[in-house]
């Protein structure tokens, strides 16, 4: 399995306050705020543009210039240390032309280095069916780690359809790229992957694709979780809370405070619960302590969270399960809306708009609420569900 600290605390992307102004002075303050306002160190992800280049893997020295002091300030705070990296090369660096000359980008069908668009504008990739560019990828993410303590590494844009009509070292399927791309974060025990195709119960974080602010997307995390899990992707991240997608956060935007509230209490006690959106920048004190509370609340079920983790990773069975799942052949195949961790915890979080409460579908067994009384299955019953509440129940029996 990836490392435990991916299960037990918050993880903490520097994506949404900082977007493309990655930089050591306000990565560190992102990091400092994390504990003055009350949250544990964990897991903290520099997004994308720390770099130089695409594939050019040298800290901007600009935007970084003591990155070594940096990294151990983190750690001394108690965090780790992930960078985001991708398969593209800026095309107008000196990587770039070291690469083409060795023969280790994908081409297009008239021999040359291929230029391949994608979010960021137009670059070459990485031919990762020639086994001398995996050698010199892991040796660049390898001289990071060694030499500047970096723990471990986000995986980007390795999709298969950026591979579609280029001519590699070996005629492989596209989708085989991306299989390849994903097997480097083997190495990294502190991994995630957002793309990803035949690695299912292999030790990688699986992050779902970037959810807007948004109900509707809200929405989807649930069913988007169970569905990853029954694939094989059982070590797997809902995006970020409030939303992973930038463009939802651009000046302008109207913050829904409510929103980032019931986001965090369903990553609550999903597998793995992740932060960008700094919520004390947003948030008025009520909604703050509504988002605090939720992880105290991860706190208390860690160890149970992390116990089913280890089991999955013996077992293969999801950490995450549909009602279906869990208590099959009881009409429950349609329940979109909450969710077990295990066999015994189960979580109903509030997905809509203004509710106060919420009807949950109790399965047989003995349950428990958060208040301690004790309800008995199969039933359907409404349980209070404020602002500051995430229903759920433990089985007891």
């Known amino acids: 399995m990836p490392d435990e600290l991916l299960f037990t605390y918050p993880q903490y992307n520097t994506w949404i306050e900082l977007m493309y102004d990655q930089n050591q002075k306000d990565v560190l303050r992102y990091a400092n705020a994390i504990i003055q306002n009350g949250m544990p160190p964990g897991v903290l992800m520099i997004d994308d543009n720390w770099q130089e280049d695409y594939g050019k893997l040298n800290f901007h020295p600009g935007r ?172 797997s991240c809902p995006d970020m809370i409030g939303g992973g997608e930038f463009k939802s956060f651009l000046d302008g935007a109207v913050i829904d405070q409510e929103l980032i509230v019931r986001f ?53 069975e999801p950490i995450l399960r549909s009602m279906e799942y869990a208590f099959p052949k009881n009409g429950y195949a349609l329940i979109k809306d909450q969710f077990l961790i295990g066999d015994s915890l189960l979580v109903a979080p509030v997905v809509e708009k203004g509710l106060v409460k919420r009807k949950i579908t109790v399965p047989k067994g003995v349950w428990k609420t958060a208040e301690g009384k004790i309800i008995k299955g199969p039933k359907i019953m409404e349980m209070d569900a404020d602002i500051n509440t995430l229903p759920y129940l433990v089985k007891i029996k």
């Open 264 to 316: 965090a209490q369903c990553h609550a006690l999903m597998p793995m619960m992740q932060f960008s959106v700094a919520p004390w920048r947003v948030l008025d004190k009520p909604h703050l302590n509504a988002v605090l509370n939720t992880v105290k609340l991860r706190e208390k079920f860690k160890d149970y969270i992390l116990k089913t983790t280890k089991a999955s990773a013996i077992t293969g």
């Open 64 to 235: 970084f210039p003591s990155l070594k002091l940096l990294i151990d300030t983190l750690h001394a705070k108690g965090f780790k240390v992930m960078l985001w990296v991708c398969p593209f090369i800026s095309a107008d660096c000196n990587v770039y032309r070291y690469l083409e000359k060795n023969n280790l980008l994908v081409k297009d069908k008239n021999g040359d280095a291929a230029i391949i668009r994608w979010w960021n504008g137009a670059s070459g990739l990485l031919d990762l069916t020639n086994p001398e560019t995996v050698k010199w990828f892991k040796a660049q993410l390898n001289k990071l780690t060694t030499e500047y303590g970096v723990d471990g590494f986000k995986f980007d844009a390795g999709d298969y359809h950026f591979y579609k009509n280029v001519v590699a070292y070996k005629n492989v399927p596209s989708t085989m790229h991306t299989e390849l791309f994903a097997k480097i974060g083997l190495d990294y025990r502190l991994n995630e992957y957002r793309a990803m195709f035949k690695m299912g119960g292999q030790p990688i974080a699986n992050r779902l694709c970037d959810k807007n602010h948004n109900w509707p997307d809200l929405q989807k995390l649930i069913p988007n979780m169970i569905l990853e899990g029954l694939m094989g992707y059982t070590f």
